[in-house]
């Protein structure tokens, strides 16, 4: 087998099989979270800390992917987020379990981020440049297929008890390194820097070219909008549509025909149409956010995550080529870094502002502010895909 196809196939099974402990992990603290006398008051505690840890662990974990093996870090953040997400079922049994559970998701979030900030410096350095479409198709594919599995697979673990759920989360995460462990090098980091240069360098390298600093004031303001579905769509089909734990892993399920439609026709349209593609992903959102939010039953909330998917599908894909056709290699991680901690830096406000409003008007608010923000979005959508399609068109994205 070649050795490109080799390190990409590993590295593929290996997010696979990561994604679907993360996923499992996931539901489960939000199910938690849900299950407490004020379940909106608990997902603010728990979405907002969890998500603004993410944010400058991401970053860190992106610099010191470009100083030390990218692998190391991988394989040590997810032994360790394994562990912790066994702490999180044990210490679900002890007294005021929800200030130990909010402690545990902070930790287990900062190791859990840690490997995917790592990964965007792996990606370019063993994929063929003519192949990166296809291959960001194929890693993208990961999140279809997580969520195929564990949130059909976390609802029916849910069914049986939280403390089994959380153990075979960190099971999964613990086994995905194992696709890692290999006699085959894999890529080194590239020429060492100053450290307190290199600290600043994904900052200053994102803030000096035109292309990312529109890209960010695009993606922060949608994940704005987005955060407010992500930290209240359990609560809202909990309360609103009284949907239990097997529907819930069914219907997110069957809403992941949007994200693998998105990966059958995007990468071969996104090159030759990335404006159109970037410019109308968030309209495809937000209506996919109004369906759920005002058809209350289960089908406008596969309908609607479906269209979701498909928009958001399209969103990743068309960030992730951009940033690969501008970032030299050597500082892939550092910037990759910087950009997941500007694309980050709002949600964890709208979280905690999105649980404000599921406390006071309702989960099904919650949704209705998420439809209109990520429609707002698409103000800042075409400034953005005009340039990124424009100077990829004219091969000048690098410098």
């Not at 069957?254 to 059958?264: E, F, H």
């Not at 909330?301 to 970032?327: H, K």
């Amino acid at each position: 087998m070649d050795e490109t196809i080799s390190s990409v196939a590993r590295f593929w099974l290996y997010r696979f099989v990561r994604a679907n402990g993360v996923g499992i992990g996931t539901l489960a603290i939000q199910w938690v979270a849900t299950s407490f006398p004020q379940p909106a008051l608990a997902l603010a505690y728990t979405n907002t800390l969890g998500r603004a840890t993410q944010v400058f662990t991401g970053y860190l974990a992106g610099w010191l992917s470009d100083r030390v093996p990218p692998i190391r870090l991988i394989v040590w953040s997810n032994l360790l987020a394994a562990v912790f997400t066994g702490a999180i079922a044990m210490v679900l049994r002890a007294p005021y379990r929800l200030v130990w559970l909010i402690a545990a998701v902070i930790v287990w979030n900062g190791f859990a981020v840690i490997s995917r900030a790592a990964s965007p410096a792996i990606v370019p350095k063993i994929s063929r440049r003519e192949d990166l479409p296809a291959v960001n198709a194929w890693m993208s594919a990961v999140g279809p297929a997580q969520q195929f599995l564990a949130s059909g697979m976390g609802g029916i673990l849910l069914a049986a008890g939280v403390f089994h759920t959380f153990l075979a989360s960190g099971f999964a995460m613990g086994l995905s390194t194992i696709f890692l462990l290999t006699k085959k090098a894999w890529p080194a980091p590239g020429p060492r820097r100053r450290p307190l240069r290199s600290l600043t360098l994904g900052i200053s390298y994102t803030w000096s070219r035109r292309v990312l600093r529109r890209m960010v004031l695009f993606s922060s303001l949608l994940n704005f909008g987005f955060s407010f579905y992500i930290g209240e769509y359990l609560l809202y089909l909990r309360q609103t549509l009284h949907l239990g734990p097997v529907a819930i892993g069914l219907g997110l399920t069957a809403s992941t025909a949007g994200t693998i439609l998105s990966l059958i026709f995007i990468p071969r349209w996104l090159r030759r149409h990335l404006l159109a593609i970037a410019a109308a992903a968030p309209a495809l959102m937000a209506p996919g956010l109004a369906v759920l939010s005002l058809w209350q039953g289960w089908a406008g909330f596969v309908l609607g995550a479906a269209a979701i998917e498909f928009g958001s599908g399209a969103v990743t894909q068309g960030l992730v080529l951009v940033r690969q056709s501008v970032v030299p290699t050597d500082i892939m991680g550092s910037v990759a870094g910087a950009l997941s901690m500007f694309h980050m830096v709002l949600v964890p406000a709208g979280m905690a502002l999105a649980s404000v409003v599921a406390f006071t008007y309702g989960p099904a608010a919650a949704m209705i502010c998420a439809a209109a923000l990520v429609a707002s979005a698409s103000l800042l959508a075409l400034p953005y895909a005009r340039l990124a399609a424009s100077s990829l068109a004219c091969g000048n994205l690098r410098p």
